[in-house]
């Protein structure tokens, strides 16, 4: 079946440095994507959205690139701070209307 | 404060006991979800409803029931039917049932179930 997916299921950076996180999607009938972030014990929280008839969207300190070609999606995170460490779940709204999430990607950011 | 509210936090149940989740949006969204997260895996859909006295069964409704008969609540009973409830539950909510509209949710705090 159709299914979202993450590349790395933690990934470790320094304070300051950029972090990328990796989603892959299989569903090439998708045309809206979505980035959540959650904190331990808590629920998810809106990062930033992108329609499938861009490539790239902008946020604050944050960016979301699409690759429809190899169904791709990636959220990059400029100047990586404490406050990013938690859980970043993508997901994909497709056929039949409704979203399918990922497993997510433990984001950790030491010193 | 505008939002989502999920209580309780932490609820146990017995086994062979029914208990309700609470969720309370004042957001004025028409559309409510309710979602299990288990460790390692991705948000799984229980319900959903578009829109007050209407709601549709998601991907793992077995052993769950819902109402929606006021807008801003959507309350999420656990039956002694459902085998294995310990889970983090949360409920979301979004705009309105048009596609446009219904993508980004807006998520509760989330219970987590547990059984004794």
């Known amino acids: 079946g159709e299914s979202v997916g993450l590349h790395l299921p933690t990934l470790s950076v320094q304070e300051g440095d950029n972090s990328i996180i990796n989603c892959a999607y299989s569903n090439s009938a998708s045309d809206y994507f979505i980035w959540y972030k959650q904190e331990s014990g808590k629920g998810p929280q809106f990062i930033i959205d992108i329609r499938s008839n861009m490539d790239k969207r902008q946020g604050q300190r944050v960016t979301v690139l699409l690759n429809k070609t190899v169904k791709h999606l990636s959220l990059q995170i400029a100047a990586t701070q404490p406050g990013d460490s938690a859980v970043y779940f993508c997901a994909e709204n497709g056929p039949p209307d409704k979203l399918i999430f990922g497993t997510g990607t433990r984001l950790q950011v030491f010193p | 404060d505008g939002g989502i509210t999920q209580f309780p936090k932490y609820l146990f149940r017995k086994e062979g006991q029914n208990v309700t989740l609470s969720c309370e949006q004042n957001?004025?969204?028409?559309?409510m979800y309710w979602y299990r997260q288990d460790p390692g895996q991705g948000l799984r859909l229980i319900y959903y409803s578009q829109i007050v006295n209407d709601f549709q069964k998601g991907d793992i409704a077995e052993g769950y029931s819902v109402s929606r008969e006021k807008k801003e609540s959507f309350p999420l009973t656990v039956t002694s039917a459902q085998k294995n409830p310990t889970a983090f539950y949360l409920c979301?909510?979004?705009?309105?049932?048009?596609?446009?509209?219904?993508?980004?949710?807006?998520f509760g705090s989330g219970t987590q179930l547990s059984v004794l």
């Open positions: 957001l004025n969204h028409d559309a």
């Open positions: 979301a909510s979004s705009i309105g049932h048009r596609k446009a509209t219904n993508e980004k949710l807006f």
